[in-house]
Each structure stands twice: as structure tokens, then as C-alpha cells.
């Protein structure tokens, strides 16, 4: 029943000893066993099984999670899944109203960006509607082709630039779900407060198949809208919708054709995942869709589809943010739960079990206290290397795992398997 609303492909990976704490690289095995001599967090010597990452981004180190002013080394409340082609790295600052980019994957902790997109400057976070500003990005993302893509959540669009910028304050090439870099209307086009096939209302994330079609989780219209090739001239109309019957619905709702504030996208051209946030689930497409309206095949977070229940265990999700594969298995931030959730095969039935789990006892997935490494259920006075505080990103990419830790603002790198 229905009511009114109120990347690049990932390398085949081949996994071992997956149900064993991941293995971290050589180069660091000085400085983790000084991380581990280290209590971190709450009192008490109850230590769990907790998977620690190796670098973070946004802070100094790992037992800070306040947000600072902005500079090039520092976020406030980041956003979704990073970006990166292997060499360049970028993160959606969300709340600083920028875009962060990296020449290079940061090898250490509190780095420093290099390009900042959406400011003059990196000490500057005012939103803006122009070219070159932006408001409250959600995502980032770099095509195959280097192209780099944010969901400007707060401008109700999408930009698009044909390279990966090198200078800051680029202006962007091509806006979507507005006519010009100047507007910030409300679903373009639409009538009586409805959307429609040119329109967005607070898009969170926008992602690039290998064969160049955009996606974007329409998040406040319920809906993700697939475009059939990468837009180049501003306002183009979509030209498939999942989650609606047609253009100019925007329903909420749990059944297999239905969405409520669907927030993350992953596609590798041939399948798709959503992280339909509202619904507690993530939905997932083996075949990805070539015309409107087709149901999601299988769901996980729910034992079946018409079923929208928060709960917290291996297959039970609470505020789903985003999702990633590595071809392999797939990985969800599971916010609402203060976890990052592994799954070790892609599904194929309903209501799967995750395999492993961030952020949390990796013995048990009934945990869900933000910042609690010794696992009592109070939050520690700090965050660490190894808990987690309102994730809303988990980014697989060349077997590492990058968790955008939103509420502790900052990034963490973590090895979550090794290869053979």
C-alpha cells in the first residue's frame, strides 16, 4: 500500500580466512601495535573484538571526533562513500559545504587535502548556488573515466565535471535537475508539488556505470532516476525510474517496486544495489533495469519485501546509508546500528545474514552504542581506531575498506581482508 510523502567496476578479489579479524599490511605493524598497547576510549579493561583501522582522514588521530574549523585537513560530518581511481582520493564534506580531494590516497594520519571544490579556499564553508559552490554535497564519485559527480543535496542537483578538477574552487561543466548553475528549484518542471523526469529534491547520491549511465537516488521523491548516458547539456530528463510508477509520483512505501528516502546507490553496470534507508533494507537488482518500475528482486534487512522493521542483528539493518560491492560481497553502513555490516556473497534470497561487522563486537552483531570499544553499552568519552559514530559510508575498493565515520568527522582506512 502506498502513502503521500509527508563507479567504477571493483576488481575481483579473492577472499581468505574472512571469518577471522582482517589482516592489516606489513608496513604498518609498528604503528598498530602501539594503537593496540593503547586503551582508547571509556574506562575498563573489558577488551572486545573489535577490527581496527589503520589511517584516518579528517582528524589527527584517531581517539579526536570533534569537528574543527575548516582547513585542509579536517571535515565536519562527511557524507556517503569516498571516491577514488586508485590515485586520487575525495570525500563529500558535507556540512563544510565542500569537496575534498586528495593527489593521492593519504598514507597518513590528519593529511592534508589538496583541491578543495565549492570554496575559495579551504578555510571558507559558505554554501552557495553557483558554478563553483556548492550546498550541503552529499556524495562524490569518479567515473571510469575520471569524470567526478556530486549529489548537491542542498541546490536539489547534480554536477558533473569532465575531469577530475587539479585547481580549487573549479567551476563544474554540466548541472542535473536544474536548468542552470544559478537555480535551486524544487523538482524542475514539476506540477502541483509533484517531480518529474527532469526534477530532483534532495538527491544524496549519484553514481556512473562502467558503461557511462548516471544513476541518482532521488531521496526526498522516493525514487532513483537512471539516465541511459552521462548528461552533457544541463536539465537533461531521466530516462527510467525505479521506486515510482511514473514520473510524477513520489509515493512512499516498502513493497519490491516501492522506496522511502533512498539515500545509497552501487552498480557495477550489470546489477544494482539501494540503500533504502527509510525501509530499513537495502534492495538489490541482479540485471540492472532497462525500463521504469521493475522490482527489486531480492532485499536484505528484511526477511521479505512489505516489511520495514529496525532491528539490530546479522540480518536486521537500522537506517541503511550506503552500500558498495567488490564484485564479490557487499558492504553496508548500517548508521542508525553505529556499524559497518560485510556480507561475504551477494544476495540470493531474502533476509540474508551478514558474514562480519565494523564498528561493533565482531563476535556478535548485537551491539549498536556509538564510540563503545569495550562493548558495555555506554559511550566512551572518545572515539578510536576501532568504533564508529553514525557511519554513512562503507567504499571498497583494491582490498581496502573506507568508512566515512560522519558524527566522529573523519574518514578510516581499514584492511578488511587480505589476499592470498
Known amino acids: 500500500m502506498r502513502f503521500s510523502r509527508v563507479s567504477p567496476t571493483f576488481p575481483s578479489v579473492t577472499r581468505k ?73 575525495a570525500v563529500a564534506d558535507a556540512s563544510n559545504n565542500r569537496i575534498l580531494i586528495w593527489n593521492s590516497i593519504p598514507s597518513s594520519n590528519g593529511a592534508a587535502a589538496s583541491v578543495v571544490l565549492g570554496q575559495a579556499d579551504f578555510s571558507t564553508r559558505t554554501a552557495a548556488t553557483t558554478q563553483a559552490g556548492l550546498n550541503s554535497p552529499q556524495s562524490v564519485f569518479i567515473s ?19 575531469s577530475i578538477p587539479t585547481a580549487s574552487n573549479t567551476p563544474a561543466d554540466v548541472v542535473v535537475g536544474q536548468d542552470s548553475f544559478t537555480a535551486k528549484q524544487v523538482d524542475l518542471d514539476g506540477v502541483d508539488g509533484k517531480p518529474s523526469a527532469r526534477g530532483l529534491d534532495g538527491p544524496y547520491d549519484a553514481i556512473v556505470t562502467a558503461d557511462g549511465k548516471l544513476i541518482v537516488a532521488d531521496t526526498n521523491n522516493n525514487r532513483v532516476l537512471i539516465w541511459n548516458t552521462l548528461p552533457t547539456s544541463n536539465g537533461q530528463a531521466a530516462n527510467i525510474v525505479l521506486g515510482q510508477v511514473d514520473f510524477t509520483s513520489d509515493d512512499d512505501d516498502d513493497e519490491a517496486d516501492a522506496m522511502n ?27 540492472l533495469p532497462q525500463t521504469s518500475t521493475v522490482k527489486a528482486s531480492y532485499v536484505v534487512g528484511q526477511t521479505d519485501f512489505s516489511r520495514n522493521t529496525a532491528g539490530t542483528s546479522a540480518s536486521s539493518l537500522r537506517n541503511p546509508v550506503s552500500v558498495s560491492s567488490d564484485g564479490a560481497g557487499f558492504y553496508v553502513a548500517d548508521a542508525g546500528n553505529n556499524r ?21 563486537d565482531n563476535d556478535s552483531f548485537a551491539a549498536s552504542t556509538a564510540n563503545d570499544e569495550n562493548q558495555d553499552g555506554k559511550r566512551d568519552d572518545n572515539p578510536s581506531a576501532k568504533t564508529l559514530s553514525g557511519p554513512t559510508g562503507a567504499f571498497v575498493y583494491d582490498n581496502n575498506l573506507y568508512v566515512t565515520d560522519s558524527s566522529n568527522n573523519r574518514v578510516l582506512f581499514f584492511n578488511p581482508f587480505a589476499t592470498p
Not at 593496540?36 to 575498563?44: D, I, Q, R, T, Y
Not at 527509510?278 to 541482479?286: A, D, F, Q, S
Not at 559497518?340 to 561493533?360: E, H, I, T
Open 17 to 89: 580466512s574472512l571469518s577471522k579479524p582482517a589482516l592489516l599490511k606489513p608496513a604498518l605493524a609498528a604503528t598498530v601495535a602501539v594503537l593496540l598497547a593503547a586503551c582508547g576510549g571509556g574506562g575498563g579493561g573489558n577488551k572486545k573484538n573489535l577490527e581496527e583501522a589503520y589511517t584516518v582522514v579528517g582528524q589527527a588521530d584517531f581517539k579526536t571526533g570533534t569537528a574543527a574549523s575548516p582547513s585542509a585537513s579536517t571535515l565536519r560530518s562527511p557524507q556517503s562513500n569516498v571516491a577514488t581511481n586508485g590515485t586520487k582520493f
Open 144 to 162: 571510469n573515466e575520471d569524470k567526478l559527480v556530486v549529489a548537491d543535496q542542498g541546490n536539489h542537483r547534480v554536477l558533473i565535471w569532465n
Open 261 to 287: 528516502v533512498p539515500r545509497g546507490l552501487w552498480s557495477d553496470g550489470a546489477k544494482l544495489m539501494v540503500a533504502d534507508s527509510g525501509n530499513n533494507r537495502v534492495l538489490y537488482w541482479p540485471n
Open 340 to 360: 559497518v555490516l560485510r556480507y561475504d556473497s551477494l544476495p540470493s534470497s531474502k533476509g540474508m545474514n551478514a558474514d562480519f561487522v565494523y564498528g561493533q
